[in-house]
């Protein structure tokens, strides 16, 4: 119940275009939905966060899309870039100080 | 300005050895976080801080794991009787204020640390 599943593991997509990631969750508890980007070598950064009181969130090209019912949110990367590319984290998060994270998915955007 | 830094960078020991992973977290976050990262996957939780005081120790996967926060600032993550499983790249993390999820953490780039 504690697990976030993330899909796809890996993604190539060319610049310009849209990069999906979607990510499920069963914990109702949860009301706190991160998205995270690393780049190799560094450590994971905040990209985009909702809350489930809304069903979108969009920042620049960042867009994350929430469905409550479903128990499913996801990242959409609008106009991809090369300096884009990296590996992509979702999390849940709720009452706690823990979060709990996806199994990543790496984005490459292809010039 | 500097954010949160983590030393050492690379750590190559043996089977059975004793390591230690320094975490120095942003000036002022009250917490701080250790995740462990396999190769792969997405980090997985630790134990948190809050002050000294570890608040939520129940990610630690065994009594070879221990970490300690004596002056409410830089934090030490200690593993006893190195097993080749614990190889992993450990992150630290911290946050202005603790307790709730979304209170962004922010990451180190993390302790490579691979057990021969």
């Known amino acids: 119940q504690q697990q976030v599943k993330q899909s796809p593991q890996s993604l190539i997509v060319q610049k310009g275009g849209i990069s999906i990631i979607n990510c499920a969750y069963e914990?109702?508890?949860?009301?706190?939905f991160p998205w995270y980007q690393q780049f190799p070598g560094k450590g994971p950064a905040l990209l985009i966060a909702?809350?489930?009181?809304?069903s979108e969130k969009k920042e620049g090209r960042f867009t994350i899309s929430f469905n409550k019912s479903a128990k499913q949110f996801s990242l959409h990367i609008m106009d991809s870039q090369p300096g884009d590319s990296a590996t992509y984290f979702c999390a849940a998060g709720g009452n706690t100080d823990k979060l709990i994270f996806g199994t990543g998915t790496r984005l490459q955007v292809f010039p | 300005g500097a954010g949160v830094s983590q030393t050492p960078s690379n750590k190559v020991t043996e089977k059975g050895k004793y390591v230690e992973l320094r975490c120095d977290p942003i000036s002022g976050h009250t917490a701080l976080y250790w995740y462990r990262q396999s190769l792969g996957q997405g980090p997985e939780f630790l134990i948190y801080?809050?002050?000294?005081?570890?608040?939520?120790d129940s990610g630690l996967p065994n009594d070879r794991f221990f970490a300690v926060r004596p002056e409410g600032s830089v934090s030490t993550l200690k593993i006893q009787r190195t097993e080749r499983g614990d190889s992993a790249v450990y992150l630290c993390?911290?946050?202005?204020?603790?307790?709730?999820?979304?209170?962004?953490?922010?990451f180190g780039p993390g302790t490579r640390l691979t057990v021969l």
């Open positions: 801080f809050q002050g000294t005081g570890a608040a939520d």
């Open positions: 993390a911290s946050s202005l204020r603790g307790g709730l999820s979304y209170n962004e953490q922010f």
């Open positions: 914990n109702t508890a949860f009301d706190y």
């Open positions: 909702i809350r489930p009181d809304v």
